[in-house]
Nanobody, 121 residues
Framework: QVQLVESGGGLVQPGGSLRLSCAAS????????MDWYRQAPGKQRELVAA???????NVVDSVKGRFTISRDNAKNTVYLQMSSLKPEDTAVYYC???????????????WGQGTQVTVSS
């Protein structure tokens, strides 16, 4: 059994910053790509940023220069540092990861429960 648990969401004023964390736990053999997605009310879930186990990153154009993704492989944790936040960044942010377990040895895709980020004055 694998769990992804996000934390760090909340209410922030425009221009402010937040740091999201997502920790993977369970019978983990290896964590591959870790991603952050978000879903705003009435919109489809969209990819925000991704990072490989080797540290190669990719972020979507709408957050480039404002959001940074990083990870700590020893802790099986991925972070999303968000700066210069805008009201349009308001969404539920979800962690996603491809993880191989001690049992399966092959990777499966897992989702966290989501954490709300609200940018408002």
């Amino acid at each position: 059994q694998v769990q992804l648990v996000e934390s760090g969401g909340g209410l922030v004023q425009p221009g402010g910053s937040l740091r999201l964390s997502c920790a993977a736990s369970g019978s983990i053999l290896r964590v591959y790509v870790m991603d952050w997605y978000r879903q705003a009310p009435g919109k489809q879930r969209e990819l925000v940023a991704a990072i490989t186990s080797g540290g190669i990153t990719n972020v979507v154009d709408s957050v480039k220069g404002r959001f940074t993704i990083s990870r700590d492989n020893a802790k099986n944790t991925v972070y999303l540092q968000m700066s210069s936040l805008k009201p349009e960044d308001t969404a539920v942010y979800y962690c996603n990861a491809d993880i191989a377990t001690m049992t399966s040895k092959t990777s499966s895709n897992y989702w966290g429960q989501g954490t709300q980020v609200t940018v408002s004055s």
